[in-house]
């Protein structure tokens, strides 16, 4: 088990910028990788970006390819998503996930651990 707790979301204008975190604790198992996703409301929960546990692989979603970028600090327990030049399309509601073993990339079902989410809100 693990407790992920996700913060930094806020209400932001297109073009700016927010850092998300998300602090894990209690952790039981080896972390092998967390993700960050995100539901918009009426959407389906997309995935954003993945990053490994020693950080020498990660992997973006198309649509925020070269404007976030995740890393994670594990002496802290933390993973962090940096979002740069925000669109309104970004609005969301932010969720960190993880996997305790390989598994797919880019799909829910592969990542047995969330966080509750944290809404992120652009206006233009």
């Known amino acids: 088990q693990v407790q992920l707790v996700e913060s930094g979301g806020g209400l932001v204008q297109a073009g700016g910028s927010l850092r998300l975190s998300c602090a894990a604790s209690?952790?039981?198992?080896?972390?092998?990788?967390t993700g960050w996703f995100r539901q918009a409301p009426g959407k389906e929960r997309e995935f954003v970006a993945r990053?490994?546990?020693?950080?020498?692989?990660?992997h973006y979603s198309d649509s925020v390819k070269g404007r976030f970028t995740i890393s994670r600090d594990n002496v802290k327990n933390m993973v962090y998503l940096q979002m740069n030049s925000l669109k309104p399309e970004d609005t969301a509601v932010y969720f960190c996930?993880?996997?305790?073993?390989?598994?797919?990339?880019?799909?829910?079902?592969?990542?047995?651990?969330w966080g509750q989410g944290t809404q992120v809100t652009v206006f233009s």
């Open positions: 996930a993880e996997q305790s073993r390989w598994a797919g990339v880019f799909r829910r079902s592969e990542y047995p651990y």
């Open positions: 990053i490994t546990w020693n950080g020498d692989l990660t």
């Open positions: 209690g952790r039981t198992f080896t972390t092998y990788a």
